[in-house]
């Protein structure tokens, strides 16, 4: 599209956002709540419907969402109360969803984005439906029917909506990831959205620059990754602006992105409110929530990650580096162990942005599947710093490190990997290269001085490394004049 038409509309977008708490027990059953089981084994009475059971709220659910709410920056009113949502699923054996409506649990919160304030409307508790297995899917190739399984009905779900305040699918994007990035460190969420224990459905409308009446949205489900996210609104203010520009209207509906072909389809014409006939939930008591009991679980709130990006760059990492580092939570965390050991944090975070993060990405590990300690990693640093050991000896050693948890000192000592800081032992080696390339040396001293470069790899390569790099430049420079 030309970006003379794209120019003269403002994107309007609020992300509903839904969050699978990670307690062990589901939100009104005894049943696990637990990923990856025979399908249908998870299902008690109550999660399956029966006549006659009644739910019982799970307390450690309930302190999740509390929790997640005051990372929101949410008000936890004194009392909330569930609801029921009426609507006909085959995966969702009572015919409602318990839910909450016009009391829930998080009220008026917001996040920092970039400098940017994102208001959260609301976040509330409520039950996951079960899992249709489609056709074609799952190993029943060909099969012309969809098979149900309830292991995941009665999943706690936090639903997390904010207000309309987003402009562009970057800031819709930043704003998903610093979500995940909370519940994630917070503990309550995997935040997972290829697996799904993280889900985003996209509300967006399109209106004229300078509107103050936003357009009719649309809301985008099924959009498995952020990189999907991105693209998925990216396609649908295309697709709005179109029709606009057409004379035509954006229908309020539900379209689901499919990111192979990469465009939005229709799904189903958007419910109203009164469409799902709420109304309070009479197996379960309004939920008074005391201040004394806010207080318990705002203390239990671990360092956030906005709050850990502001302390690493305190420590002189870049804004790049602090939130790399803090994207990547298992990482972070033994960064957060290292330091604990006084070790020099720029160090650390060398190794472990660089041959610690390379050696995961390509072996496909997290830093807890390693056999490496923080304590293995702030003495091989300490070692470099006492100039045991070179730099680059160091970046080799990692890696045996991380495969057999071996301490740094043991694979020196076992190999004669220390370093050569004698001068006479350097100078004879420098001396050596010197005298093994009388046409560098020529070139040197006509003013090619960057071949210095040239005879320090050769001294550092005579010496397997171990050389004091200082001193061979140093001494370099002396024998070359
Ligand atoms: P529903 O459950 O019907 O989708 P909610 O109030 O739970 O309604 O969610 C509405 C979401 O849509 C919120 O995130 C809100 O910010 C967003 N939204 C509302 N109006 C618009 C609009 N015109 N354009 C884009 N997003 C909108
Ligand atoms: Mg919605």
């Known amino acids: 599209m030309e970006s003379s038409i794209r120019d003269k509309y403002e994107?309007?977008?609020?992300?509903?956002v839904h969050a699978q708490?990670?307690?062990?027990?589901?939100?009104?059953?005894?049943?696990?709540?637990?990923?990856?089981?025979e399908p249908n084994s998870l299902t008690s009475a109550i999660t399956l419907g029966m006549p006659g059971v009644l739910p019982v709220l799970n307390k450690e659910a309930v302190n999740m969402g509390i929790l997640t709410g005051l990372a929101l920056n949410c008000t936890i009113p004194p009392r909330c109360k569930f609801d029921r949502k009426q609507y006909f699923y085959p995966d969702l054996p009572k015919g409602y969803q318990i839910s909450q409506y016009d009391e829930p649990i998080c009220v008026g919160g917001y996040l920092d984005i970039n400098g940017k304030r994102i208001g959260i409307t609301r976040a509330h508790l409520e039950e996951d439906a079960g899992k249709l297995v489609h056709a074609g899917a799952d190993g029943i190739a060909g099969s012309s029917y969809s098979l149900v399984d309830l292991n995941r009905a009665g999943t706690p779900l936090l639903e997390i909506v904010s207000e309309p305040d987003m402009r562009s699918a970057e800031e819709a994007r930043a704003y998903m990831e610093e979500l995940r990035n909370i519940v994630r460190y917070i503990g309550v969420c995997d935040g997972n959205l290829e697996e799904g224990s993280m889900r985003c459905d996209a509300n967006i409308s399109v209106m004229p620059k300078g509107s103050k009446v936003f357009g009719t949205r649309a809301e985008i489900k099924n959009v498995n990754s952020f990189s999907a996210l991105q693209r998925a609104i990216e396609y649908e203010i295309e697709r709005q602006i179109e029709i606009v520009e057409d004379g035509g209207e954006v229908v309020q509906e539900t379209r689901l992105w499919d990111d192979n072909s990469r465009e939005t389809r229709s799904m189903r014409g958007k419910e109203d409110a009164h469409d799902y006939r709420y109304f309070p939930e009479p197996d379960l008591m309004p939920?008074?929530?005391s201040r004394e009991w806010v207080e318990e679980i705002r203390a239990k709130m671990p360092e956030l990650p906005a709050q850990k990006r502001a302390r690493y760059q305190g420590l002189g990492l870049s804004e790049y580096d602090a939130s790399v580092i803090v994207e990547q939570m298992g990482l972070a965390l033994f960064f957060d162990e290292v330091l604990k050991l006084g070790t020099n944090p720029k160090a650390a975070v060398n190794f472990i942005m660089g041959e610690i993060a390379a050696y995961l990405k390509e072996e496909k590990l997290e830093i807890g599947e390693t056999k490496l300690t923080p304590e293995n990693l702030s003495e091989l640093i300490a070692m470099i710093e006492k100039n045991t050991i070179s730099n680059n000896i160091g970046k080799q050693i990692i890696i045996d490190m991380m495969k057999d948890g071996t301490p740094a000192k043991e694979i020196v000592e076992k190999r004669g990997l220390s370093q050569i800081s004698d001068e006479g032992a350097i100078k004879a080696a420098c001396q050596k290269a010197v005298d093994a390339h009388p046409k560098e040396v020529e070139a040197y001293k006509g003013g090619k001085v960057q071949l210095l470069g040239f005879f320090v790899g050769q001294v550092m390569k005579e010496t397997k490394g171990r050389a004091n790099p200082k001193a061979v430049n140093e001494l370099l420079k002396e024998i070359l004049g």
């Open 11 to 16: 994107v309007v977008i609020g992300l509903e």
């Open 21 to 37: 708490l990670k307690t062990k027990t589901k939100i009104f059953a005894p049943d696990g709540n637990e990923f990856g089981q």
């Open 287 to 289: 939920l008074e929530i």
